[in-house]
DNA sequence: GGGGGATTGTTCGTATACTAACAAGAACAG
DNA sequence: CTGTTCTTGTTAGTATACGAACAATCCCCC
């Protein structure tokens, strides 16, 4: 019964045609969303090179920046990062001198997470020329084509990780 | 001076106002791409379970049905993967029984490989329901909005993973 | 006021990604 | 031929992701 739906959504995906070979790795949307994603990253790698930090680990910083102090957890889920994975960002985050930890009188159970004097200044400076990285990804893109597609993509990712978010501006 | 280029460009960036707490983490492409991203992978695990595959190994096995052979680091161009990850991808295959691996006569470098009777067998069958997949992904965007979306994600993504595809259907 | 259930973090195991350093083979210029 | 260069594939190391199993807490309800 899906398949009624679905036929009738999108004729892309038609593939009743002869032979069933209609699929084409390409024009699906998990794999140019993943080709996208690995563009990005080399976007942030080019423009943020220089400070030796990975896209996961600005979003921590830039989240603990703009929080002040907020619980791992927490942190994970503003940042859309499981439990395990931002435990290990934080864990080099740490190590690198950039966040403290420290415990929660009112909950045993929480890490209250903040960043040091260094962590603020560099993450100041990152957020300097971040939005470069944003500018050159959507580059080969018009104006309008940008915004149709950041809108795209909020209400495909933002369904998951993200708190409700106003569109802004 | 890339600076100008770059605030003439888009609004959205603009943060020249009092406070330079303009940054926005979820307004970054990069971020939304790694949240989309994710939830893609959500709906393919949700709709491909049952398989017990990966998107990436899917994408080998699906590109590997359409051309029948192709060498490995030819493989993971296709499919958007670095010789080490598909390196990894195919070793994961074989040993699963999907892909068979010959070396060339012609070039004594290129690992030839194949799908086996089982991996033609089980690549037959998800294809039937991976065009779901995109469906899931892509529903919370009217069609217009899919078709603009698919596109973008073509000329963002497509620079650096794909050959020139032209968009037949 | 105590126990069951939910939340927070950790650890383990598997699968990507990507860099860097290498070994082999092929291509090609001279 | 021979040396240089390019391509292919591997291996090692680091950083995500994410499911699963767990210990420590916290919270709420009977």
């Known amino acids: 019964m899906a398949a009624v739906r679905i036929r009738g959504k999108r004729e892309r995906a038609a593939k009743r045609g002869p032979a069933a ?18 563009r990005a ?3 942030f790698k080019a423009v943020m090179g220089d400070f030796g930090i990975t896209p996961r680990q600005f979003a921590a910083l830039a ?15 503003l940042t ?30 929480l890490r209250a997470l903040g960043l040091t004097a260094a962590g603020e200044q560099a993450i100041t400076a990152m957020k300097g020329v ?3 990285v944003s500018e050159r990804t959507l580059e080969p893109l018009s104006n ?13 990712g ?10 802004r501006n």
Chains 1, 2 share one sequence.
Do not use: W
Request: glycine share 6%; with cysteine.
């Open 130 to 132: 971040a939005a470069e």
């Open 41 to 43: 990253s080399e976007m």
């Open 144 to 156: 309008a084509e940008a915004d149709a597609f950041f809108k795209a993509l909020c209400k495909i």
């Open 63 to 77: 989240k603990l920046d703009d929080l002040g102090s907020v619980s791992q957890n927490q942190l994970g889920r």
């Open 158 to 167: 933002a369904t998951s990780c993200l708190p409700p978010q106003s569109s």
């Open 21 to 38: 070979a209609a699929y084409v790795l390409e024009q699906q949307v998990g794999f140019l969303l993943r080709c996208a994603h690995q």
């Open 80 to 109: 859309a990062m499981d439990p395990a994975t931002i435990s290990g960002v934080i864990a080099r985050l740490s190590a690198r001198g950039y966040v403290r930890q420290s415990s929660d009188p009112r909950d045993g159970r």
